[in-house]
């Protein structure tokens, strides 16, 4: 399973709270995206449903926090569809995402209440952002098929 961990250098100046020399979280995600693994494709397909239901009653009493269980299942339908294909990096991007999010090793423990899923949250979101282009076409492709389907059918 891919573990990666978005901790960077921190240090306290009296007041001050800044990170000093850390990447920054959008490098992180990059640095994440290249480690992902082929065989990782296999271990977020497995235990994304299972996440997902055990996470969703938390996520609907969040209000925005719906946004992610929306993007995540978005991303992992563009994952799973054979009819749509992906470049690697779009697909690696996905894996990266969706492992954070089922992982259980995050920034911040899911079971903290009301931050649990910030740190996921963040890391979904940045990669729907950097891959935006490829939703928008699996979204216009999905939609095409779907009329498709309609017309058929009458």
Same mark, same amino acid.
Request: proline fraction near 5%.
């Given at each position: 399973?891919?573990?990666?961990?978005?901790?960077g250098?921190?240090?306290?100046? &009296?007041?001050?709270?800044?990170?000093?020399? #850390?990447?920054?979280?959008?490098?992180?995600?990059? #640095?994440?995206?290249? @480690?992902?693994?082929? &065989?990782?494709?296999?271990?977020?397909?497995?235990?994304?449903w299972?996440?997902?239901? &055990?996470?969703?009653?938390?996520?609907?009493?969040?209000?925005? #926090?719906?946004?992610?269980?929306?993007?995540?299942?978005?991303?992992?339908?563009?994952?799973?569809?054979? $009819?749509?294909?992906?470049?690697?990096?779009?697909?690696?991007?996905i894996?990266?995402?969706?492992?954070?999010?089922?992982?259980?090793?995050?920034?911040?423990?899911?079971?903290?209440?009301?931050?649990?899923?910030?740190?996921? @949250?963040?890391?979904?979101?940045?990669?729907?952002?950097?891959? $935006?282009?490829?939703?928008?076409?699996? &979204?216009? $492709?999905?939609?095409?098929? $779907?009329?498709?389907?309609?017309?058929?059918?009458?």
């Amino acid at each position: 399973m891919l573990a990666y961990s978005l901790a960077g250098g921190v240090e306290d100046d &009296e007041d001050d709270f800044f990170v000093d020399d #850390a990447p920054a979280a959008n490098d992180n995600v990059a #640095a994440g995206i290249h @480690a992902v693994r082929p &065989e990782d494709v296999d271990a977020v397909k497995d235990g994304f449903w299972a996440k997902l239901a &055990e996470a969703r009653p938390r996520l609907g009493r969040l209000g925005k #926090a719906r946004d992610l269980a929306k993007n995540a299942i978005l991303l992992f339908e563009m994952l799973v569809d054979p $009819s749509f294909k992906l470049p690697w990096r779009t697909a690696a991007g996905i894996v990266f995402a969706l492992a954070y999010f089922i992982s259980s090793f995050d920034l911040i423990p899911d079971a903290v209440p009301v931050l649990g899923f910030f740190d996921d @949250a963040l890391v979904v979101a940045e990669v729907v952002y950097m891959f $935006s282009a490829d939703i928008k076409r699996y &979204e216009e $492709s999905r939609r095409a098929r $779907s009329e498709k389907r309609s017309r058929r059918a009458a």
